[in-house]
């Protein structure tokens, strides 16, 4: 089913006084350009509490429309009052699933990472937006919560980009798929979620005829069950343990930016561009 109304990038810009169709203020920025920079005050390891308004010059940690962030979080995260999940570690750095490393280490702003949050932040083309937090490296540095810390804040965001953009055109949550790209087309501009050498996922209600699956009634934790029900996958499973272990890993991992960002950690730690790894995706290497 179909929203009523679709938002324009003129009718987001209208004010931060009116609502959206679900009751939550609309963005007095361009709203494609905000979901981007909604959590950036977790970027520069603050709390919603201690969160400025401008960073690097431009507005940032504005509400996004259409419940997109809520939805978003809901795919990662429980509902309700968070608890600690991981005793000791209180810190925006993410721990990675795959190694149990924390993988920030030092001050927030050390070794370049202030300067790529500032160059991220700047970033208004919406296009290009999207395509700079896909090939973001500091943005994978954070969790979506300090009581969830194998969470991502980039693929939280890459999310909230995708249910964001996806509302705005009309679709509702249970209109939505997950379908998988030509690792060796072209992103669609804020629906890809993953796009690395192995493989290109988006979020979409218009999956055509590609492989796809859809997320269900509502946002939860489901992304394992929704990779079991894609028709076709895109690692070579019968060719290679590697990519067996991959896909029976992510059979099991249920919050969607955790996986997401597994993927991506799985594929850079088994080198798939080496002779060893070519067999990663249907169709061989870039």
């Known amino acids: 089913m179909r929203r009523v109304v679709a938002m324009t990038d003129s009718s987001a810009t209208a004010g931060a006084g009116r609502e959206s169709g679900d009751g939550e203020a609309v963005t007095d920025v361009v709203s494609m350009l ?44 429980p509902s309700g009052e968070p608890e600690q999940t ?8 993410r721990v990675s699933l795959l190694t149990g490393d924390v993988v920030l280490s030092g001050p927030v702003d050390a ?12 970033v208004e083309d919406p296009v290009a937006m999207h395509e700079a937090w896909l090939s973001s490296d500091v943005a994978g540095l954070f969790s979506e919560s300090l009581f969830y810390p194998y969470t991502s804040l980039q693929y939280h965001t890459l999310l909230a ?18 379908a998988v790209e030509d690792p060796d087309g072209s992103v669609t501009p804020h629906r890809t979620v993953l796009s690395i050498p192995e493989m290109q ?3 979409t209600g218009e999956p055509g005829d590609r492989p ?53 950690e799985y594929c850079r730690r088994f080198d798939p561009g080496s002779d060893a790894g070519r067999g990663g995706r249907r169709g061989g290497g870039r």
């Open 34 to 77: 905000a979901v981007y920079r909604h959590d950036v005050h977790k970027l520069r390891g603050r709390s919603h509490s201690s969160a400025r308004d401008w960073v690097a010059g431009v507005r940032v940690n504005e509400t996004v429309p259409l419940g997109a962030d809520r939805d978003a979080a809901l795919l990662s995260r």
């Open 86 to 93: 991981l005793a000791a570690h209180e810190s925006p750095s």
């Open 111 to 122: 070794d370049g990472r202030g300067a790529a949050v500032r160059e991220l932040v700047r």
């Open 161 to 178: 980009a995708a249910l964001l953009d996806n509302y705005r055109a009309g679709f509702e949550f249970a209109d939505l798929f997950l």
């Open 201 to 203: 996922l988006c979020v």
């Open 212 to 264: 796809a699956a859809r997320l269900g009634d509502g946002p939860s934790r489901c992304f394992a069950d929704v990779w079991a029900r894609l028709p076709e996958h895109p690692l070579d499973v019968d060719g290679d343990r590697v990519w067996r272990v991959l896909d029976a890993q992510l059979r099991r991992i249920r919050s969607w930016s955790v996986a997401l960002q597994f993927v991506k």
